[in-house]
């Protein structure tokens, strides 16, 4: 069967894949200072689907399930009862992005739209997610909480960063993809 990453080689998906965990992991600390604006642009999210579009839905799952975790070990940000749930929003993300990317490019036979397919019904995809999770969690603990009210949150409070996401990502998959085939020939 034919590899439909962008990267063909193991080695090759572990390279990148680790630099997109490391990415995950610094790049909070560029909005870090100010925590309102950590949460509205999401930093964490674009390694996540970078990951999921070019190594594949493995690798984007695993690095996305892993990043905020290893984060949250590491320096205690973003919190546990955060953590959780952005590790399986995150998680998804990465899985749904990899796996729709390459059934839209069957099916559109095109990357750009491929790609914003892929990343809206990710985004859309993850955030149900995270929201199901956090509602199990809060359920767990005893607090009291509306799922109406976490899924406005998700939506509604993170706008800027479905707006960036959707700026970023694709032209920055088209730039690896070229990068990578170039470094093939």
Request: include cysteine.
């Amino acid at each position: 069967m034919k590899d439909r990453t962008i990267i063909g080689s193991p080695l090759r998906k572990l390279t990148f894949s680790a630099m997109f965990l490391a990415l995950a992991l610094v790049l909070p600390f560029l909005t870090g200072q100010i925590p309102q604006i950590g949460a509205l642009l999401s930093p964490m999210h674009i390694p996540a689907f970078l990951c999921g579009l070019v190594c594949g839905p493995l690798w984007g799952g695993v690095v996305g399930f892993v990043s905020p975790l290893l984060r949250f070990l590491m320096f205690s940000m973003p919190p546990i009862m955060a953590a959780i749930p952005m590790a399986f929003e995150l998680a998804a993300y990465g899985a749904c992005a990899g796996i729709l990317y390459r059934v839209f490019r069957k099916i559109f036979d095109k990357k750009i739209p491929s790609l914003y397919a892929a990343l809206v019904i990710s985004m859309l995809g993850g955030r149900v997610v995270n929201a199901l999770v956090k509602s199990a969690v809060l359920g767990l603990s005893g607090s009291e909480f509306s799922l109406f009210v976490i899924f406005l949150e998700l939506f509604t409070g993170t706008w800027a960063g479905i707006v960036l996401q959707l700026v970023i990502i694709p032209p920055l998959v088209v730039v690896l993809e070229k990068f990578v085939v170039a470094r093939k020939s």
